[in-house]
C-alpha cells in the first residue's frame, strides 16, 4: 500500500510564504523512480496541477499562475516532496495534494491566504 501524506497548510497573508511537505511510503513503490506533482483544488472546481519535478529532481514544470513563485523539490533520501509557495496570493487559496502515477495522491493540505 502506497501512502502519500501532505502538510505544511494554513493561514498566510498575501505576501507571505507556506512550505508543504508530503512524506511518501509503501512497499511497492520506490520514490526515488518516479516523478511526482502537486495538484490543487477549491470548491466547485476542478484539481488544478500545479508543478511536477523528476525523479532526479533537476527538471521541473509549472503552471503559469504559479512560475516564479513556487519551488518543487524533492529529497529522495526522505522520500519526501516539497513545495515552496512564495508571494502567495488569495487565489492561491485551495487544498494542495501530491500526487504520483497511476493514481497516487494524499489527504490534502489546506492552505488560506487571507488578510
Known amino acids: 500500500q502506497v501512502q502519500l501524506v501532505e502538510s505544511g497548510g494554513g493561514l498566510v497573508q498575501p505576501g507571505g510564504s507556506l512550505r508543504l511537505s508530503c512524506a511518501v511510503s509503501?512497499?511497492?513503490?520506490?520514490?526515488?523512480?518516479?516523478?511526482m506533482h502537486w495538484y490543487r483544488q477549491t470548491p466547485g472546481k476542478e484539481r488544478e496541477w500545479v508543478a511536477t519535478?523528476?525523479?532526479?529532481?533537476?527538471?521541473?514544470n509549472y503552471a503559469n499562475s504559479v512560475k516564479d513563485r513556487f519551488t518543487i523539490s524533492r529529497d529522495n533520501a526522505q522520500n519526501t516532496l516539497y513545495l515552496q509557495m512564495n508571494r502567495l496570493k488569495p487565489e492561491d487559496t485551495a487544498v494542495y495534494y501530491c500526487?504520483?502515477?497511476?493514481?497516487?495522491w494524499g489527504q490534502g493540505t489546506h492552505v488560506t491566504v487571507s488578510s
Open positions: 519535478i523528476n525523479s532526479a529532481g533537476d527538471d521541473t
Open positions: 509503501g512497499f511497492m513503490f520506490t520514490f526515488s523512480w518516479n516523478t
Open positions: 500526487h504520483a502515477w497511476p493514481d497516487y
